[in-house]
């Protein structure tokens, strides 16, 4: 496999696990880890890269997703948005911090963009922790006998 099927097939990977899609990207990085074709550095910086913007992704569709909440085939309830919303509002922007637990993470940076949270201080926040989640995943992996 070339280097740039390699970080392609990565980055488009994180960027699909990120979003609202059921994907798993720890997989895909932690196999080329352990490959040792590519520099440690550069894998994490994709998968970052490609999570980050799946993310950014979420959040545009949460920014734009409430015009639509009274059609008949909109995803999600009213009180379902409240709840989501009024947990958000709870713990606040810091619950970005967050967005790298499977689950709980996409929805997070939806409702972001639901509640207009500030563009910048969202990518930060989840910069930090998507990137973060891959780090202890090299390290891991670096510590690890193989």
Known sequence: MTSLATYSGLFLAALIAATILP??????????????REPVWALVAVAGLGNVLGSLINYALGWFVT??????????????????????????????LASWVPIIGDPLTLVAGVLRENVWVFLALVTIAKVGRYLVIAAALALAPI
């Open 23 to 36: 994907a798993q990207s720890e997989a895909a990085l932690a196999a080329l880890i352990v490959a040792g």
């Open 67 to 96: 015009r639509f909440e009274n059609r008949r085939w909109f995803p999600a309830s009213r009180a379902q948005i409240d709840k989501a919303e009024g947990w958000y509002r709870r713990y606040g922007k810091w619950s970005l």
